[in-house]
């Protein structure tokens, strides 16, 4: 007779304050919105909380007239007993280039101060040297170094000359010697299939000691079964978040996987009635952000990614330069050039901002020609300067790409940051005579132009345009009447 199973209970991070609003709401829900639930939040249970970077930094200057480095201040008043996670980009920060070592450190250090327990670190091209400066600083800290893998495919499923599993273990094995303290899976377009999120979280388990960690989106509606066979493998610790702000381009609901686990060996042990109640809160809120909800589609999954492959962002992007161009008929052409421009490139996992980069260069190489127009992201990716990809870049198309670049026809094959001069004593000349406060500094330093701008408005130096106010539950009563009246006039 087999005797009990080991208990070993699948730890959540919860993403809801964080991704969930990020992919569903274009990042836009406000601190203000988050406070009154946090409280509760913290009696969850939750293994940690990310509420924290990607975009959220960058929407907070530009869209919502909020100081960025308030919101980890202030949930951390109210959750101290819940670990606070944020997303870091590595040498970009919450930026969109690498920015010099002074920068990175100056940023972990503050970001430290203001209550980030867990740093989810990651490459767009998983260029381990990337992350060296950004672990260094979290470790010194005494803070927790999450180390990222970005998964990607060039086949239907996990294999082939690029992204097979030996790809993955390698480069956990490395991560693991520089230092990390846990391992994510950081399947950004959800392409990870459920057999695939078995093999591979069970040979990671043989193969490095730190905890390991799936996060994956619900793009491709693969989500949920993923989650369930990593968590049958052993997997640590997986990603979720609150019902109303999980599914669709965010992430699979913490609610289901409660009861799908429970008296089972990983059962998490989280109760269903409390999510329930956060849930409601959210509810009460999201009428606030309705307009920023993709509801131009009957689905909520994306099942062309299934094919295709490319995040539903990036779709959006090539829509848009298309529209530009008076050229959505060029449409399925730009669909076949993406993955010949992703090949030439040395097969970059789409993700921010690689997905851009090959994107933008998809559109050129059809309306223009290939490679007769080269953006200079373009050029500097095919440098060095975003670091070295999973293949080699075809040499016929680096060559074509850096013939009249200005740094020089001969790529780098260093760390791109250490090329980078100090950065810090300028963006403090930035903003001399405004304030001498590190945060305000880094974000003069991130954001020279828009960074700059709002802390203009934080000061009370301009005035800040009438769209970066709240909108207000009454706001919302009143567009609702309007509509109401309007189509009782109609008939």
Request: with cysteine.
């Amino acid at each position: 007779m087999k005797g009990t199973p080991t208990k070993n209970p699948l730890k959540i991070t919860d993403l809801t304050l964080r991704d969930g609003h990020q992919s569903n709401l274009a990042t836009r829900m406000r601190t203000e919105d988050m406070l009154p639930i946090a409280a509760e939040m913290n009696k969850a249970g939750f293994y940690s909380m990310e509420v924290w970077g990607g975009a959220t930094f960058d929407v907070a200057c530009r869209f919502l007239n909020e100081d960025p480095w308030d919101r980890p201040r202030a949930l951390k008043k109210l959750m101290p007993n819940t670990p606070l996670q944020m997303l870091l980009r590595g040498q970009n920060l919450v930026g969109y280039r690498n920015y010099a070592d002074d920068v990175v450190i100056a940023f972990v250090k503050h970001a430290a101060k203001c209550g980030i327990d867990i740093f989810r670190i990651f490459d767009a091209v998983n260029d381990e040297r990337n992350l060296e400066t950004s672990c260094k600083a979290v470790k010194e800290c005494g803070k927790h170094a999450q180390l990222s893998i970005c998964y990607s495919l060039t086949e239907p499923k996990m294999g082939g000359p690029v992204f097979n599993l030996d790809y993955y273990l390698k480069k956990a094995r490395i991560l693991e010697g520089m230092g990390a303290d846990s391992i994510c899976i950081k399947d950004m377009a959800g392409l990870i299939a459920p057999d695939d999120a078995y093999t591979l979280v069970s040979a990671l388990k043989k193969t490095v000691k730190v905890p390991i960690l799936l996060h994956t989106h619900y793009t491709s509606g693969m989500g949920s079964m993923s989650l369930l066979k990593a968590a049958e493998a052993g997997v640590d610790m997986v990603d979720t978040c609150v019902a109303p702000f999980a599914l669709r381009t965010s992430h699979p609901a913490i609610e289901p996987l409660i009861v799908a686990l429970r008296g089972t060996p990983r059962d998490t042990g989280l109760d269903l009635a409390r999510m329930l109640k956060i849930g409601e809160y959210l509810e009460s809120v999201a009428p606030k952000y309705r307009d920023f909800l993709n509801t131009t589609r009957m689905s909520i999954i994306d099942t062309n990614v299934l094919v295709h492959q490319t995040p539903g962002g990036m779709i959006s992007n090539l829509v848009a330069q298309l529209r530009q161009s008076n050229a959505l008929d060029r449409l399925d052409e730009v669909y076949e050039e993406v993955p010949k421009v992703r090949k030439e490139l040395g097969y970059p996992p789409l993700v921010t901002p690689t997905s851009q980069i090959v994107g933008v260069q998809a559109v050129q190489n059809v309306l223009a020609g290939r490679y007769k127009l080269v953006s200079t992201q373009v050029m500097d990716y095919c440098y060095g300067l975003y670091g070295r990809p999973p293949a080699p870049i075809d040499p016929e198309v680096q060559k074509m790409v850096l013939k009249h670049y200005k740094r020089g026809q001969e790529p780098i094959t260093g760390r791109p940051a250490d090329i980078i001069e100090p950065e810090l004593d300028q963006a403090r000349e930035l903003v001399k005579g405004l304030s001498s406060d590190i945060g305000d500094v880094l974000i003069a330093a991130l954001y020279p132009i828009t960074g700059l701008r709002f802390l203009k408005w934080k000061y009370g130096l301009e005035t800040p345009p009438p769209e970066v106010k709240a909108k207000t539950l009454a706001d919302v009563k009143q567009e609702d009447e309007l509509i109401a009246k309007a189509k009782a006039e109609k008939r």
